[in-house]
């Protein structure tokens, strides 16, 4: 155990418990998922987060590798009522701080009133509340992240074959591993290029669909992913989840802006405006698509009526906003990756034969 202190924008300086030392700085958000704590910490779109557990116990049931969506921790830290041992060694083993016996639903309801904010961490025998406050003072907004999508994307194309059925070329920005493993069970082969992929790339690659994936930060920051969505519109379908929607959009005129809190859960209802049905969905988000351009507004957030799913039948484009894949989170909506291979087999760029 050591000394804690957490610097907040408001100007609190808040003591807690260390559990996993450093010091650090980042957008301070919360999740109120009450399990997933694996899937959550080695999600990309948290880079340069610190993220708050809203769930009291964080650990209970263990760390178990082949539930991570990615090979590392991607929040700068941790907070939580109550971290275990278990979650405390992989934290401190990946070198991220991690704080706890905090009131946290003080610091949610504090988020929740005065949105997002930046904050600053420091962990240690001997640190002081001006340590946490050195932190706060260096640290950037998310729209100041620019080179982001280099911190969190492959450098290399890797292929994940699922049979062969489909070629799909997934625009890594930040992308859960789960997202490959949705097409891959669906027999579509995945290959994951780098955020700054280029059109004469893809084209080279000749794939049935082009896929943005998830990713940290604003969406502005990721201009190389925009510019093949313009290239290829109305020429090969196009899905996008979370992050992509928000490409998407602003590729075919759309507009998108940064919310006061975000949704950050496992519980966030989504109304279908075809069917009326509700579904529980996972979300990760801090910015949201205000103006959706050339796309149909066909899902909203039940909660304040935020964009949720986007489409253009004509173009084959369909997006979502929250995480169809799940890990963590409901499988209400697992059929999404149903409808993005169904435009691949309804259209004539379905280059690879099944038979
Ligand atoms: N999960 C995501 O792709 C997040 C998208 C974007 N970084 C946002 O915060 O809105």
Redo the contacts with the bound molecule.
Sequence with gaps: MSDAYLALEDGRVIEARGRSPGQTRGELVFTTAYTGYEESLT????EEQVLTFSYPLIGNYGVREERFESDRIHPRAAIAHEFTEEVVEWLDSEDVPAIDHIDTRDLVTSIREEGAMKCGIAVGDDVTPADAEAQLAKCKG?SEHTEIGAQVSTVEHETYRGGGEADVALID??A?MSIVDSLNERGADVHVLPHDTTAAEVEELDPDLLFI???????ANFGDAQALVEEFVGEIPLAG??????VIARALGGT?E??DF?HRGVNQPVRDLNTGKVIMTT??????VDEPGDLNVTQVNVNDDTAEGLENAELNVITR?Y?PEAHPGPHDSLGFFDDVLGMVNGTEHKLVADD
């Design positions: 999600d990309p779109s948290y998310m920005c930040g859960k994936s998830n990713g940290p930060g604003d969406p989840i979370c992050l992509g929607q928000q998108t940064k919310m975000g979300q990760n988000h801090g910015y949201t906003q995480h």
